[in-house]
């Protein structure tokens, strides 16, 4: 069973990943802005752990770190996949 750490789970890839992850029994950390956003998508399970963040808020971003360390030192060093999810930026946005 896999661990994994989600951002932006409350749409999009992010929550598509997570819905699969869920449905093959692995564990889900699940974060967003808004964590009842979430839960209206995912539900409630043993297996899914809802954490806010907002990753420009330094306090928040530094207690995910935290959380994580704890499951790498509990679970394993190969026990955590990491996805991040979010906007994409466009090209033309970069100067390309």
């Not at 951002?7 to 992010?14: I, P, Q, V, W, Y």
């Not at 029994?25 to 699940?30: F, L, R, S, T, Y």
């Not at 770190?65 to 090209?91: C, D, F, M, W, Y």
């Amino acid at each position: 069973m896999k661990t994994w750490f989600i951002t932006g789970a409350s749409r999009g890839f992010g929550a598509r990943i997570a819905e699969k992850a869920l449905a093959r029994g692995d564990c889900v950390v699940a974060t967003a802005r808004k964590p009842g956003t979430v839960t209206s998508r995912l539900g409630t399970a043993r297996n899914l752990l809802i954490l806010p963040l907002d990753v420009n808020d330094p306090r928040q971003a530094a207690a995910i770190v935290e959380r994580a360390e704890r499951i790498l030192r509990h679970k394993g060093p190969n026990s955590l996949q990491s996805l991040t999810a979010g906007e994409p930026i466009p090209a033309d946005c970069l100067g390309h």
